[in-house]
């Protein structure tokens, strides 16, 4: 499975603050916004990303993280002139997909629980169809809602509706069999301009082939595209590091756990950051481990 993060779009919401960069790349707490979707790659197993943004947000991005080698993963980018839709991603990421089934991560959306993982290696082991997550939130006219009969299959998707039918929202990470991007190509643009993740959801549902994971209550999710937003994502990680010692979506972290960099890396990369608490965290990992041994 190949994953793409689509970290474009004017950050309309959050201006001025992003008038000059990328919300994706602003700190959530002390990690850039962008290493949470990441992570939700690296924690379904996917190793080759595509990041998705604009021309003056790319070579940043490209800065930041390089091609993925020093993390033990692959990297490739690509540019989205203008903010098209979300659906546009698969436009922009055909070549990069090629017949690979895919996993597409919007850069301000945050997950996180104990029951993730294993979620996100269930969606990830799609074969055929697409799978999307649903969770209920109080403001679902803000997002694509997801409709469910008393059985739980889905039976209608509406984008933004004026009076929602369900509150159950659809967050921003989406898992698709091989033929998304065909499907992408073939949809029409809405009356906003736009590539519309719904549209490409419905040629899914209308084949049969949409199902649907409901966030439970171990699975928390977080848009952090607003300032409000941004500001309790922040609180919210903070808190969920000190309390528990473990930090929220570290991919060196995650990385170093699934094989892909080993410990002699992992304390190079965590000697490049060790003037902060991020850095020391990741020496603190090494340290017990060796304690255990």
Not at 87 to 95: M, N, R
Not at 188 to 193: D, K, L, P, Q
Request: glycine letters at 8%; aromatic letters at 8%; one cysteine or more.
């Amino acid at each position: 499975m190949r994953g793409i993060v689509l970290a474009g779009g004017t950050g309309s919401r959050m201006w001025p603050a992003t008038l000059a960069i990328s919300k994706q790349l602003i700190p959530v707490y002390d990690r850039p916004m962008i290493y949470y979707s990441i992570c939700m790659h690296l924690m379904s197993g996917i190793r080759d990303i595509l990041i998705i943004s604009t021309p003056q947000d790319t070579p940043r991005f490209q800065q930041l993280l390089g091609d993925g080698s020093r993390w033990g993963i692959s990297f490739s980018y690509a540019v989205q002139p203008e903010p098209q839709g979300v659906a546009e991603a698969f436009v922009i990421g055909s070549e990069f997909v090629g017949n690979h089934s895919s996993s597409l991560a919007l850069g301000d959306n945050i997950f996180y629980g104990r029951g993730l993982r294993s979620l996100l290696q269930k969606a990830s082991a799609l074969d055929k169809g697409a799978k999307v997550l649903a969770c209920p939130v109080d403001n679902p006219g803000q997002y694509g809602v997801v409709v469910l009969d008393k059985d739980g299959v889905v039976r209608e998707i509406e984008e933004k509706p004026d009076i929602p039918r369900s509150d159950y929202a659809i967050p921003g990470l989406y898992f698709y069999d091989s033929t998304v991007c065909e499907k992408a190509r073939s949809i029409n643009c809405s009356s906003r301009g736009e590539w519309e993740i719904t549209a490409l959801n419905r040629i899914y549902l209308d084949e049969g082939r949409l199902s649907v994971e409901i966030l439970e209550d171990n699975v928390a999710w977080v848009d952090a595209g607003t300032p409000e937003a941004l500001l309790d994502a922040s609180r919210l990680v903070e808190r969920i590091d000190r309390h528990s010692g473990a930090k929220l979506c570290c991919p060196e972290e995650i990385c170093w756990e699934l094989g892909y960099i080993d410990s002699m890396q992992l304390e190079t990369l965590a000697g490049q950051l060790r003037k902060s608490r991020y850095g020391r965290y990741l020496l603190a990992l090494l340290h017990d481990t060796c304690a255990e041994t």
